[in-house]
């Protein structure tokens, strides 16, 4: 039998997966028997009302969450295949996180906050802290490297929590509403900078978002409704 190309196999691929939540007795169908592919480079957009499944779903495609029924699979691993450790490891060299609520860690300076990721991953302290500035300095943050959580407004907690997720240099950056707490003007300089990763290094992004911005740049369109798929377009760029 021939061997598949590499490059022919889905960076992300979901099959007939759904979500199933218990609300006292209640179950609720956070999703519904859906099917997509996201591809290495996509830059992606998951658009919907709030309650719609957007978030559910980046939690399940970054293995923070484990579907009801169905397959995910990242880069031809089955992720129901892989041990708890395995997950972990995955999470740690892959996929980069950017959550609504920022998830810093409250006693680290902005700086070690981007570098803790770095950290685990056994990254030298000099390239760490290169790193870091680096993205500290591409989010807007140069001369806050030092300032912890509770010093900065939550949106500069937004751009720290952006910083580490592109400072890791992950194949795939799962992003939840990132520029949810950020003024227009940020938020466009934000979009380039994933925009020039996504185009020099080939990140994978998909977005949760009800950003129009993030539309207008995304390259496709994913549009959820009561967890089910309505809509999956490529979309003109602006």
């Given at each position: 039998?021939?061997?598949?190309?590499?490059?022919?196999?889905?960076?992300?691929?979901?099959?007939?997966?759904?979500?199933?939540?218990?609300?006292?007795?209640?179950?609720?169908?956070?999703?519904?028997?859906?099917?997509?592919?996201?591809?290495?480079?996509?830059?992606?957009?998951?658009?919907?009302?709030?309650?719609?499944?957007?978030?559910?779903?980046?939690?399940?495609?970054?293995?923070?969450?484990?579907?009801?029924?169905?397959?995910?699979?990242?880069?031809?691993?089955?992720?129901?295949?892989?041990?708890?450790?395995?997950?972990?490891?995955?999470?740690?060299?892959?996929?980069?996180?950017?959550?609504?609520?920022?998830?810093?860690?409250?006693?680290?300076?902005?700086?070690?906050?981007?570098?803790?990721?770095?950290?685990?991953?056994?990254?030298?302290?000099?390239?760490?802290?290169?790193?870091?500035?680096?993205?500290?300095?591409?989010?807007?943050?140069?001369?806050?490297?030092?300032?912890?959580?509770?010093?900065?407004?939550?949106?500069?907690?937004?751009?720290?929590?952006?910083?580490?997720?592109?400072?890791?240099?992950?194949?795939?950056?799962?992003?939840?509403?990132?520029?949810?707490?950020?003024?227009?003007?940020?938020?466009?300089?934000?979009?380039?900078?994933?925009?020039?990763?996504?185009?020099?290094?080939?990140?994978?992004?998909?977005?949760s978002t009800h950003d129009e911005m993030i539309m207008r740049h995304a390259a496709r369109l994913?549009?959820?409704?009561?967890?089910?798929?309505?809509?999956?377009?490529?979309?003109?760029?602006?």
């Amino acid at each position: 039998m021939d061997r598949i190309p590499a490059d022919s196999i889905p960076l992300v691929r979901i099959e007939r997966m759904s979500k199933v939540y218990q609300q006292g007795t209640v179950p609720v169908n956070a999703l519904a028997d859906i099917t997509l592919q996201f591809r290495k480079g996509e830059f992606t957009a998951l658009v919907g009302p709030s309650g719609s499944g957007k978030t559910t779903l980046l939690n399940l495609i970054g293995a923070l969450d484990t579907p009801t029924s169905g397959v995910i699979a990242l880069g031809g691993e089955n992720l129901a295949s892989l041990s708890r450790a395995a997950l972990a490891e995955l999470r740690l060299k892959k996929i980069g996180f950017i959550f609504q609520d920022y998830n810093l860690l409250p006693v680290l300076s902005a700086l070690e906050n981007v570098e803790y990721v770095l950290l685990l991953q056994g990254i030298s302290a000099g390239e760490r802290r290169r790193r870091a500035v680096v993205a500290l300095q591409q989010v807007g943050l140069e001369g806050y490297e030092q300032r912890r959580p509770s010093q900065l407004s939550g949106g500069q907690q937004q751009r720290v929590a952006i910083a580490r997720a592109i400072a890791a240099e992950p194949l795939l950056v799962l992003a939840d509403e990132p520029t949810a707490n950020l003024d227009s003007d940020t938020g466009a300089a934000l979009i380039d900078t994933m925009l020039e990763l996504n185009r020099i290094k080939g990140t994978t992004f998909i977005f949760s978002t009800h950003d129009e911005m993030i539309m207008r740049h995304a390259a496709r369109l994913v549009r959820l409704k009561d967890g089910n798929v309505i809509e999956d377009t490529a979309h003109a760029i602006s």
